[in-house]
């Protein structure tokens, strides 16, 4: 029969709107409104999961996000999500589940045998046995690990939503929409504050949704309508339900998960599945209410037990009855509750029992009422029953022995309430225990936070409605608003919360049993006992040793047991022995929502350079250089290899001309009557005389005397100076020109900033570039008009541009820089005009094997630890003057011998290139520590213009070996090539081609 | 994550600023010895506690900042420009 | 100063959308801002009230030393852009000015005060409206855009999907002005676009 375990009225379920579901492929139905545990507890289905370690069967035990039991993979396929707490799934058509952790099947599952050997599998289990020997930890030992460890399984598939970051601003955050997030939110509203309030639970109310409580005289989830349609009118007031604040960081700030589209089948389109909020708040009011603990006791995890506030909202709530015979057993008053709640439902409350000798006068009176039998001094000692509870064995908490036994199908039962604290504690703070309630409460805040209600230790309705209210106001007057007066909603009297200590239950007849304390890492009190006995006394060593408190619920349920339990077992009060520091995130948040939409192609933003389209469609291969993507090469047929086309492109280069896209060097505009003297003091040549319309090399240090950077500057007017640098330091040159100048040398008057973006730079390069660029720049561009080094402005056909005679290829070439919406423009016509001569273009590759062939140094050479001298660039630098690096790379040791210095490299074996960081070895070694090595290979290429392979490295005083020969060693692969050493610049060492 | 109070732009994030450098230390005179150039470079106090450090503002208004932090509680206690030749915040000279 | 007849039409970084707007939905419209004059100034040490004077007095625009301002006639903004600089944009069609001719009028203006230059092509502008335009920026940058915390005439040096970008509030639509470096507009453009997405519907 359909939802036989459907009430017939009440609950905040839309019975007009029946939803289909199925768990462990059988189809069931439940209500809009359903969470998938009550639709399960609906229909008869109390099985959910086998535990973690013993495969025992377990069932829900509570109505939270603090589930330790019940959890499920949801849905299939690509969106298929492991270990989700039945609790917090929102029920939803076509909705499917199925049970994790089980073989076969849920109900005959082959791993339960591990509870017979439960004895070998104590705590510290995987310490001691998977210890000796060595040689077996990843051979052996984490397969078998890994295959027994681990609930779920996650889809291999790509994720095919996606997920966002947002940010967002307020004065006052209100964390939770109880009775006291809801009336701290209004009054902080009233106030004109900007409030934010964030609850976890598809509509806010709280605890109010899962009782009977009254407020103002009517209906407290109706109360909490009310006032949430006040809030979300407001215009200063935002409000999110469905979402999670999971962590409290540094300065105030709050991350929070919303689960967008997490309760609908798929996202609609253009909506994320989920979102993290970044909160800025200027003050917190945490109302995040509490959460309740369980009794220990034999064989507490059956299904079929329940916390006894769960088994009441599943009855309010949900319109679920989840049992039919209800014993119930507290150390409290507050589970009195459940048994009005549930006898009034139409349960059949078998027994009350209350651990203390003296119950609640009123309250008893309240049960007497009803019939529902109470007894005192008494508490469930053991439960049993197979795959559901079938009887508790009632025990005496006053040292009576005997056992009485009852039958019945749901244990309620409740040790106390925890206020919860996680935010309260990663904000810094450091939780108090407090002895009237048997928990932790809020310390001394760290940060602009307070928490009220329930999460603050004050359980009454009528002290979360009046705290809420206060510190509502209260934030707003801190953050500077005049604070209004607001009356907190009146509340019937829910009556007191009283509470004994009972930490664990007398077994009954001195038998022992499972007594588990933390349920999802089946975490039992003998266990702590044991972790105590071999000295993992403290807290936070308990729960390395035993996974207590691990896991998708971190021990919500479970910390505080363990903690007294260990206390007593130490003999120290609770205070004493501390509790665990809190870390985010509160409750499980998926690696996606983190990630947000930076996944993929998005990973990163990508530059791109104005001919960038161009390339495209010319099919050129990319490379990135940082964010930049550049041409690397342009294939000419599907055959054509990287090789094939530098070779050509380098020919095309070096025997007539061609053009390449050099639009992301670093380019820096530097004014101001002190900026030769800025520029003296950042590269180590001289910059003063250089006559206006000159370019010039230079080389920069940093303070520990190493090469950092080079490139060109050019003189543009008396006080005006045009800087590039390379593609990979441009960001950080820049930066550090700016510290510079704003911490030692604010004095210079001198300005600058990065014209990288503005500009598109084209490099026309090759013994024919004048030929062709003769035919659209207006300028004369003669050899004597325009000489190497010479810089000036001009228009190429009909656009403005600067041109710069300067050559990185070792070639005669310009660089031509255009405003780069008309740089694709000049590209196009300088491929034009050099069409009868058959221009090309080359890429990155080309570029880096003329570099090599030129001897010109680049990154791979820049290395952090290379000097100017060790680099050949000694004599650009004017000692005579201050420089960066200057003291530093006057070092004794950076100037004797056995320094690497630059050197070229000739594979001296035919058709056999070098490889970067091969080892350059004398060939009477074999290679075998990397002391032998005397230097290495820092860039490689086949050169066209030599006809072999060659090479720039860095050798041990290479300057003065040239002409020796040596081993390029690659010992990965058992590699080896002879090379002769050379002078690193292999083409035209007089530089007659760049200046022709 | 830290939240740095830019003199100019108000309290932005840390993602929008990159750590520079100790601002406790003082660049020697271009004559220093070479040993005051190598503590300068090299030598570093490395305080459990309130210290002072250059932040850039790289991805705001690019001014360079002196960050009085807590290495330990990251708490910021002040944030000022570290030239005194920028325009000040607000008033313009 | 270049000739408008002779000059070639500007090819703008987002010419990759042939569309006219990016993204023109009920309540929220992305566009790109073409061929704008991006000029930068900025001043030495100890003139930059003089320079503010200066540009205000010679664009007939309030040039305030103000940090996180800008002002604008409607067709030229000059915005607050660090501690001792502005950016003055316009689109030249618009403002009516011949090519050149504004940056030659800062110049003049600014004269030895500080350094003027241009970043026209180095950055690409987008103009971002409407009522759901607050919660497109949100998905993208950690300002306060609030009505009580940023307005028209606000601006801000900031962070936007991760590129370091402008924002400038030109009226409480709300519009924004967003300017960033031309290299990143693809980028840029298509994490805004993707973050408006959830309103294609309104």
Redesign the interface.
Request: aromatic share 8%; charged share 20%.
């Given at each position: 029969m359909a939802q036989e375990f459907r009430l017939g009225r009440g609950g905040q379920i839309d019975r007009e709107q029946p939803v289909s579901f199925s768990f462990d492929g059988k189809s069931y139905q439940g209500f809009d409104g359903d969470t998938l545990a009550s639709a399960l507890l609906a229909n008869g289905v109390h099985l959910m999961a086998r535990s973690f370690k013993y495969h025992r069967p377990r069932g829900v035990s509570t109505v939270g996000s603090e589930e330790p039991n019940a959890i499920v993979e949801l849905r299939t396929g690509p969106r298929k999500e492991p270990n989700t707490r039945v609790t917090t799934v929102e029920l939803f058509d076509g909705l499917v589940a199925a049970s994790q952790n089980r073989w076969p099947s849920l109900g005959f599952d082959v791993m339960a045998i591990n509870n017979l050997f439960s004895p070998l599998l104590s705590a510290g289990f995987y310490y001691k046995t998977f210890k000796w020997p060595a040689s077996f930890w990843t051979n052996v030992y984490e397969h078998v690990i890994r295959r027994a460890a681990g609930l779920g399984s996650a889809t291999t598939e790509p994720d095919p939503d996606f997920y966002?970051?947002?940010?967002?601003?307020c004065d006052v955050l209100v964390v939770g929409a109880g009775p006291a997030g809801l009336s701290a939110a209004h009054a902080a509203a009233q106030s004109d504050a900007?409030v934010i309030l964030v609850d976890e639970q598809p509509r806010g109310g709280g605890s109010l949704n899962n009782e009977k409580l009254e407020i103002a005289g009517r209906p407290g989830s109706e109360w909490a309508e009310g006032i949430l349609a006040n809030l979300e009118a407001m215009d200063n007031v935002r409000v999110f339900t469905r979402t999670t604040a999971f962590g409290y960081y540094d300065h105030n700030t709050v991350a929070a998960i919303e689960r967008v589209a997490d309760h609908l089948p798929v996202p609609p389109?253009?909506?994320?599945r989920q979102r993290m909020w970044?909160f800025?708040p200027q003050r917190v009011v945490l109302a995040s209410g509490a959460t309740e603990r369980p009794l220990v006791f034999g064989n507490n995890d059956l299904p079929g037990i329940m916390l006894a506030s769960a088994a009441r909202a599943y009855v309010n709530r949900f319109a679920v009855r989840p049992g039919k015979r209800a014993v119930i057993a507290t150390n409290n008053n507050d589970a009195y509750r459940s048994a009005i709640d549930l006898h009034d439902a139409g349960l059949r409350v078998v027994a009350l029992l209350d651990s203390r000798a003296e119950p609640d006068a009123p309250l008893a009176e309240e049960i007497e009422r009803r019939s529902i039998p109470l007894f005192t001094g008494k508490t469930i000692g053991a439960a049993t029953g197979r795959k559901h509870v079938a009887s508790v064995q009632v025990v005496s908490t006053t040292g009576e022995s005997g056992a009485q036994s009852l039958n019945c199908d749901l244990i309620a039962t409740s040790g106390g309430w925890n206020p919860n604290l996680h935010l309260h504690s990663q904000s810094g703070a450091k939780p108090k225990y407090d002895e009237s309630i048997f928990s932790f409460v809020p310390g001394e805040s760290r940060q602009a936070e307070v928490s009220v209600g329930a999460a603050g230790g004050s359980f009454s309705l009528k002290a979360c409605l009046d705290g809420g209210t206060a510190a509502g106001t209260e934030a707003a007057i801190l953050c500077g608003f005049e604070g209004k007066k607001v009356r907190a909603a009146k509340a019937g009297d829910d009556g007191s919360y009283a509470i004994e200590a009972l930490w664990i239950a007398p077994t009954p007849n001195g038998k022992s049993y499972k007594q588990f304390v933390d349920m999802q890492n089946d975490v039992k009190a003998s266990d702590v006992e044991l972790a105590n006995q071999e000295g993992y006394d403290s807290v936070e060593l308990l729960k390395r040793y035993t996974t207590q408190g691990m896991a998708t619920d971190q021990g919500k349920t479970s910390n505080v047991n363990a903690l007294a339990i260990l206390a007593g077992q130490r003999g120290d009060p609770i205070p004493e022995v501390g509790i665990t520091t809190f870390r985010p995130p509160y409750v499980p948040v998926a690696m996606g929502v983190f990630a947000g939409?930076?996944v993929g192609a998005?990973f990163m933003?990508?530059?791109?350079?104005?001919i960038h389209?161009w390339n495209e469609n010319e099919a050129a291969v990319f490379i990135e250089a940082g964010?930049?993507l550049r041409a690397r090469y342009f294939p000419r047929s599907p055959k054509d290899t990287m090789y094939d086309c530098y070779v050509r492109e380098t020919e095309a280069t070096r025997k007539n001309v061609a053009l390449v896209d050099v639009s992301t060097l670093g380019k820096i505009?530097i004014?101001?009557?002190d900026a030769p003297e800025f520029l003296n003091r950042l590269y180590i040549n001289n910059w003063l005389k250089l006559p206006v319309g000159k370019a010039r090399y230079g080389v920069m240090l940093r303070e520990d005397g190493m090469v950092y950077d080079d490139g060109t500057t050019s003189r543009l007017g008396e006080n005006?100076f045009f800087m590039t640098t390379t593609t990979a330091n441009a960001a950080s040159v820049l930066a550090q020109m700016e510290q510079y100048h704003q911490t030692e040398w604010?004095?210079l008057?001198v300005?600058?900033?990065s014209?990288?973006?503005?500009?598109t730079g084209i490099a026309i390069a090759g013994p024919n570039s004048r030929e062709l660029l003769e035919q659209v720049i207006d300028i004369d561009i003669s050899n004597e008009a325009f000489p190497f080094m010479a810089v000036g402005e001009c228009r190429m056909n009909?656009?403005?541009g600067r041109l710069f005679r300067i050559s990185f290829s070792g070639e005669l070439a310009y660089e031509l820089n255009v405003?780069?919406?008309?740089?694709?423009?000049a590209w196009l016509e300088l491929l034009e005009a050099g069409k009868e001569m058959n221009v090309a273009v080359y890429g990155t590759e080309a570029l880096g094997t003329m570099r090599i062939e030129k001897g010109h140094v680049a990154g791979s050479e820049l290395d952090g630890r290379t000097t100017a001298m060790d680099l050949g660039l000694e004599a650009m630098a004017n000692r005579a003057k201050h420089f960066i690096g200057k003291h530093m790379s006057e070092r004794p040791a950076l100037l004797g011998e056995g320094r690497l210095q630059v050197v070229g490299l000739k594979s001296l074996e035919p058709g056999r290139n070098l490889r970067i960081g091969a080892h350059l070895v004398d060939p009477e070694v074999e290679l075998d520590t990397v002391s032998q090595s005397q230097g290495h290979v820092s860039a490689t290429t086949y050169s066209p213009s030599l006809q072999c392979g060659i090479a720039l490295g860095l050798l041990r005083d290479g300057a003065s070996r040239h002409g020796e020969q040596l081993e390029a060693v690659f010992p990965l692969d058992k590699q080896k090539i002879k090379v002769e050493v050379c002078h690193p610049v292999f083409i035209d060492p007089e530089g007659k081609l760049v200046r022709a | 994550m830290l939240r740095i109070e830019c003199p100019?732009?108000?309290l932005?994030?840390e993602?929008?600023f990159s750590y520079g450098s100790d601002a406790t230390v003082t660049r020697p005179a271009d004559d220093a010895s070479q040993d005051d150039w190598y503590d300068y470079v090299y030598t570093r106090a490395n305080p459990a506690g309130p210290h002072t450090e250059f932040w850039h503002h790289?991805?705001?208004?690019?001014?360079w900042l002196k960050v009085e932090r807590d290495t330990l509680t990251h708490e910021i206690f002040s944030v000022e420009?570290a030239s005194p030749?920028?325009?000040a915040?607000?008033?313009?000279? | 100063m270049?000739d408008a007849n002779?000059?070639?039409?500007?090819?703008?970084?987002l010419?990759?959308y042939t569309r006219e707007h990016i993204v023109d939905y009920p309540r929220v419209r992305l566009s790109e801002r073409k061929?704008l004059t991006a000029i930068?100034v900025?001043?030495?040490?100890?003139k930059?009230?003089a320079t503010?004077e200066a540009i205000g007095k010679a664009l007939g625009i309030e040039c305030s030393?103000?940090?996180?301002t800008s002002n604008s006639d409607g067709k030229t903004q000059v915005s607050w852009?660090?501690?001792?600089?502005w950016m003055i944009v316009a689109n030249d069609a618009e403002a009516g000015f011949a090519p050149g001719e504004l940056h030659e009028k800062i110049a003049s203006a600014v004269g030895d005060l500080?350094?003027v230059?241009?970043?026209?092509?180095?950055?690409c502008g987008l103009r971002l409206s409407g009522e759901s335009a607050r919660a497109v920026m949100?998905?993208n940058?950690?300002?306060?855009l609030?009505p009580?915390?940023f307005g028209p005439g606000r601006c801000?040096?900031?962070?936007v999907?991760?590129?370091?970008a402008t924002v400038v509030q030109v009226d409480d639509a709300p519009t924004f002005d967003l300017y960033v470096?031309?290299?990143?507009a693809?980028?840029?453009a298509?994490?805004l676009e993707?973050?408006c997405?959830?309103?294609?519907r309104g």
């Amino acid at each position: 029969m359909a939802q036989e375990f459907r009430l017939g009225r009440g609950g905040q379920i839309d019975r007009e709107q029946p939803v289909s579901f199925s768990f462990d492929g059988k189809s069931y139905q439940g209500f809009d409104g359903d969470t998938l545990a009550s639709a399960l507890l609906a229909n008869g289905v109390h099985l959910m999961a086998r535990s973690f370690k013993y495969h025992r069967p377990r069932g829900v035990s509570t109505v939270g996000s603090e589930e330790p039991n019940a959890i499920v993979e949801l849905r299939t396929g690509p969106r298929k999500e492991p270990n989700t707490r039945v609790t917090t799934v929102e029920l939803f058509d076509g909705l499917v589940a199925a049970s994790q952790n089980r073989w076969p099947s849920l109900g005959f599952d082959v791993m339960a045998i591990n509870n017979l050997f439960s004895p070998l599998l104590s705590a510290g289990f995987y310490y001691k046995t998977f210890k000796w020997p060595a040689s077996f930890w990843t051979n052996v030992y984490e397969h078998v690990i890994r295959r027994a460890a681990g609930l779920g399984s996650a889809t291999t598939e790509p994720d095919p939503d996606f997920y966002e970051q947002c940010h967002a601003h307020c004065d006052v955050l209100v964390v939770g929409a109880g009775p006291a997030g809801l009336s701290a939110a209004h009054a902080a509203a009233q106030s004109d504050a900007r409030v934010i309030l964030v609850d976890e639970q598809p509509r806010g109310g709280g605890s109010l949704n899962n009782e009977k409580l009254e407020i103002a005289g009517r209906p407290g989830s109706e109360w909490a309508e009310g006032i949430l349609a006040n809030l979300e009118a407001m215009d200063n007031v935002r409000v999110f339900t469905r979402t999670t604040a999971f962590g409290y960081y540094d300065h105030n700030t709050v991350a929070a998960i919303e689960r967008v589209a997490d309760h609908l089948p798929v996202p609609p389109r253009g909506t994320p599945r989920q979102r993290m909020w970044v909160f800025y708040p200027q003050r917190v009011v945490l109302a995040s209410g509490a959460t309740e603990r369980p009794l220990v006791f034999g064989n507490n995890d059956l299904p079929g037990i329940m916390l006894a506030s769960a088994a009441r909202a599943y009855v309010n709530r949900f319109a679920v009855r989840p049992g039919k015979r209800a014993v119930i057993a507290t150390n409290n008053n507050d589970a009195y509750r459940s048994a009005i709640d549930l006898h009034d439902a139409g349960l059949r409350v078998v027994a009350l029992l209350d651990s203390r000798a003296e119950p609640d006068a009123p309250l008893a009176e309240e049960i007497e009422r009803r019939s529902i039998p109470l007894f005192t001094g008494k508490t469930i000692g053991a439960a049993t029953g197979r795959k559901h509870v079938a009887s508790v064995q009632v025990v005496s908490t006053t040292g009576e022995s005997g056992a009485q036994s009852l039958n019945c199908d749901l244990i309620a039962t409740s040790g106390g309430w925890n206020p919860n604290l996680h935010l309260h504690s990663q904000s810094g703070a450091k939780p108090k225990y407090d002895e009237s309630i048997f928990s932790f409460v809020p310390g001394e805040s760290r940060q602009a936070e307070v928490s009220v209600g329930a999460a603050g230790g004050s359980f009454s309705l009528k002290a979360c409605l009046d705290g809420g209210t206060a510190a509502g106001t209260e934030a707003a007057i801190l953050c500077g608003f005049e604070g209004k007066k607001v009356r907190a909603a009146k509340a019937g009297d829910d009556g007191s919360y009283a509470i004994e200590a009972l930490w664990i239950a007398p077994t009954p007849n001195g038998k022992s049993y499972k007594q588990f304390v933390d349920m999802q890492n089946d975490v039992k009190a003998s266990d702590v006992e044991l972790a105590n006995q071999e000295g993992y006394d403290s807290v936070e060593l308990l729960k390395r040793y035993t996974t207590q408190g691990m896991a998708t619920d971190q021990g919500k349920t479970s910390n505080v047991n363990a903690l007294a339990i260990l206390a007593g077992q130490r003999g120290d009060p609770i205070p004493e022995v501390g509790i665990t520091t809190f870390r985010p995130p509160y409750v499980p948040v998926a690696m996606g929502v983190f990630a947000g939409h930076t996944v993929g192609a998005d990973f990163m933003p990508v530059r791109r350079t104005a001919i960038h389209d161009w390339n495209e469609n010319e099919a050129a291969v990319f490379i990135e250089a940082g964010l930049w993507l550049r041409a690397r090469y342009f294939p000419r047929s599907p055959k054509d290899t990287m090789y094939d086309c530098y070779v050509r492109e380098t020919e095309a280069t070096r025997k007539n001309v061609a053009l390449v896209d050099v639009s992301t060097l670093g380019k820096i505009d530097i004014q101001g009557p002190d900026a030769p003297e800025f520029l003296n003091r950042l590269y180590i040549n001289n910059w003063l005389k250089l006559p206006v319309g000159k370019a010039r090399y230079g080389v920069m240090l940093r303070e520990d005397g190493m090469v950092y950077d080079d490139g060109t500057t050019s003189r543009l007017g008396e006080n005006h100076f045009f800087m590039t640098t390379t593609t990979a330091n441009a960001a950080s040159v820049l930066a550090q020109m700016e510290q510079y100048h704003q911490t030692e040398w604010p004095e210079l008057d001198v300005v600058f900033c990065s014209v990288t973006e503005h500009w598109t730079g084209i490099a026309i390069a090759g013994p024919n570039s004048r030929e062709l660029l003769e035919q659209v720049i207006d300028i004369d561009i003669s050899n004597e008009a325009f000489p190497f080094m010479a810089v000036g402005e001009c228009r190429m056909n009909d656009i403005p541009g600067r041109l710069f005679r300067i050559s990185f290829s070792g070639e005669l070439a310009y660089e031509l820089n255009v405003p780069a919406d008309y740089g694709e423009q000049a590209w196009l016509e300088l491929l034009e005009a050099g069409k009868e001569m058959n221009v090309a273009v080359y890429g990155t590759e080309a570029l880096g094997t003329m570099r090599i062939e030129k001897g010109h140094v680049a990154g791979s050479e820049l290395d952090g630890r290379t000097t100017a001298m060790d680099l050949g660039l000694e004599a650009m630098a004017n000692r005579a003057k201050h420089f960066i690096g200057k003291h530093m790379s006057e070092r004794p040791a950076l100037l004797g011998e056995g320094r690497l210095q630059v050197v070229g490299l000739k594979s001296l074996e035919p058709g056999r290139n070098l490889r970067i960081g091969a080892h350059l070895v004398d060939p009477e070694v074999e290679l075998d520590t990397v002391s032998q090595s005397q230097g290495h290979v820092s860039a490689t290429t086949y050169s066209p213009s030599l006809q072999c392979g060659i090479a720039l490295g860095l050798l041990r005083d290479g300057a003065s070996r040239h002409g020796e020969q040596l081993e390029a060693v690659f010992p990965l692969d058992k590699q080896k090539i002879k090379v002769e050493v050379c002078h690193p610049v292999f083409i035209d060492p007089e530089g007659k081609l760049v200046r022709a | 994550m830290l939240r740095i109070e830019c003199p100019w732009c108000g309290l932005r994030n840390e993602d929008e600023f990159s750590y520079g450098s100790d601002a406790t230390v003082t660049r020697p005179a271009d004559d220093a010895s070479q040993d005051d150039w190598y503590d300068y470079v090299y030598t570093r106090a490395n305080p459990a506690g309130p210290h002072t450090e250059f932040w850039h503002h790289v991805g705001g208004c690019r001014a360079w900042l002196k960050v009085e932090r807590d290495t330990l509680t990251h708490e910021i206690f002040s944030v000022e420009p570290a030239s005194p030749n920028l325009p000040a915040p607000g008033k313009g000279t | 100063m270049p000739d408008a007849n002779t000059l070639p039409a500007r090819k703008s970084p987002l010419s990759n959308y042939t569309r006219e707007h990016i993204v023109d939905y009920p309540r929220v419209r992305l566009s790109e801002r073409k061929a704008l004059t991006a000029i930068q100034v900025l001043t030495f040490n100890g003139k930059h009230a003089a320079t503010a004077e200066a540009i205000g007095k010679a664009l007939g625009i309030e040039c305030s030393t103000a940090p996180g301002t800008s002002n604008s006639d409607g067709k030229t903004q000059v915005s607050w852009n660090g501690p001792n600089g502005w950016m003055i944009v316009a689109n030249d069609a618009e403002a009516g000015f011949a090519p050149g001719e504004l940056h030659e009028k800062i110049a003049s203006a600014v004269g030895d005060l500080g350094a003027v230059v241009d970043q026209s092509h180095g950055r690409c502008g987008l103009r971002l409206s409407g009522e759901s335009a607050r919660a497109v920026m949100e998905k993208n940058s950690a300002l306060d855009l609030h009505p009580r915390a940023f307005g028209p005439g606000r601006c801000a040096l900031t962070s936007v999907a991760h590129m370091n970008a402008t924002v400038v509030q030109v009226d409480d639509a709300p519009t924004f002005d967003l300017y960033v470096a031309r290299s990143l507009a693809r980028s840029f453009a298509h994490a805004l676009e993707h973050a408006c997405h959830e309103f294609e519907r309104g």
